[in-house]
């Protein structure tokens, strides 16, 4: 892992404020989340600026703001259980680990499910699963989440993760362009939120290696 000066990481977190993540606990969450570990090792020297890196097969690590925005849309006070569709290089889902008692994070791509399992593997943080699977059907497996924080572009949310969110609990995801706090009612009603523009790719349903 590469060390990262104390201005450096300062500046970084400086750069996310004057992007408009005021959040303090997700720019706790975020300075605390080591970002060059999860780079990969050719962009490590770019990994604390504002910049989405290649991850290959197409994939990109998100830009440090996007994620930014996205967890103060999802509004985690600590303690949830978090559902992570998309987990590409593993680094959201650490950073939401930070905060969150438990992270199950999926990943449709079996090679990069993979190199974000070792890589949360080498921070011990036990509390976060990775794994290979259709982030559309969610993961059933689980009682309930109290947030459910989806990494791509979707018409609605997929009725599959609507039913694994408590009541009480948000969604996060992409649609029409706009970046959307889903938060669910007691009757099952989910109540919308407008959180700015947002640019995501389209969710792609299903598995591959």
Do not use: C
């Amino acid at each position: 892992m590469e060390d990262v000066s104390i201005d450096r990481l300062m500046r970084f977190v400086l750069e996310l404020r004057q992007s408009g993540v005021t959040d303090a606990r997700v720019l706790g969450a975020m300075e605390r989340t080591p970002r060059t570990h999860f780079a990969p090792p050719q962009f490590a020297a770019f990994a604390l600026e504002d910049r989405a890196l290649p991850l290959g097969d197409g994939q990109q690590m998100t830009r440090p703001s996007v994620v930014g925005r996205v967890l103060s849309a999802l509004d985690l006070r600590g303690g949830e259980t978090v559902l992570e569709v998309g987990t590409g290089s593993g680094y959201q889902a650490a950073v939401i680990g930070s905060v969150a008692r438990r992270v199950i994070a999926l990943e449709r791509r079996q090679a990069l499910a993979a190199e974000a399992r070792g890589r949360i593997g080498q921070l011990r943080a036990m509390h976060i699963y990775v794994h290979w699977a259709d982030g559309a059907l969610g993961w059933p497996d689980e009682p309930g989440f109290e947030r459910i924080v989806v990494n791509a572009a979707v018409e609605a949310p997929p009725p599959a993760l609507v039913a694994q969110l408590r009541a009480g609990g948000v969604l996060v995801a992409a649609s029409g362009g706009r970046l959307m706090q889903y938060r669910k009612s007691v009757d099952g009603s989910l109540e919308a939120r407008d959180a700015g523009p947002i640019e995501f790719a389209a969710l792609e349903a299903g598995v591959t290696p």
